[in-house]
Nanobody
Framework: QVQLVESGGGLVQAGGSLRLSCAAS????????MGWFRQAPGKERDFVAA????????YYADSVKGRFTISRDTAKNAVYLQMNSLKPEDTAVYYC?????????????????WGQGTQVTVSS
């Protein structure tokens, strides 16, 4: 079992920044991939970024590449999503997720554990 708790969402103006945090607890994270997904109202859940816990390999959706950075703190068992140059189209509920594999995946179906989500709203 892995428990995930997100925090750090909020309201920000376009061009601003936010940092999301995901606190993980439960089983060891060393053989997991951690991901961030988002879901806007009326839309499907989309992949945002992922990081392999061991080694730190990262992968990003094209829509956020160069603006968002995923990282992890192995001492704190936490994953972060630094979001810069935010756009109104980034508005969504952001979810942290854990995949029971060392292979990075962009599909939500491949992730077993999910947090409750945190709202990010970007005003124009």
């Amino acid at each position: 079992q892995v428990q995930l708790v997100e925090s750090g969402g909020g309201l920000v103006q376009a061009g601003g920044s936010l940092r999301l945090s995901c606190a993980a607890s439960g089983r060891t994270l060393s053989r997991l991939v951690m991901g961030w997904f988002r879901q806007a109202p009326g839309k499907e859940r989309d992949f945002v970024a992922a990081i392999r816990w061991s080694g730190g390999l990262t992968y990003y959706a094209d829509s956020v590449k160069g603006r968002f950075t995923i990282s992890r703190d192995t001492a704190k068992n936490a994953v972060y999503l630094q979001m810069n140059s935010l756009k109104p189209e980034d508005t969504a509920v952001y979810y942290c997720a854990a995949r029971l594999s060392v292979v990075v995946s962009t599909s939500g179906k491949d992730y077993t554990y999910w947090g409750q989500g945190t709202q990010v709203t970007v005003s124009s």
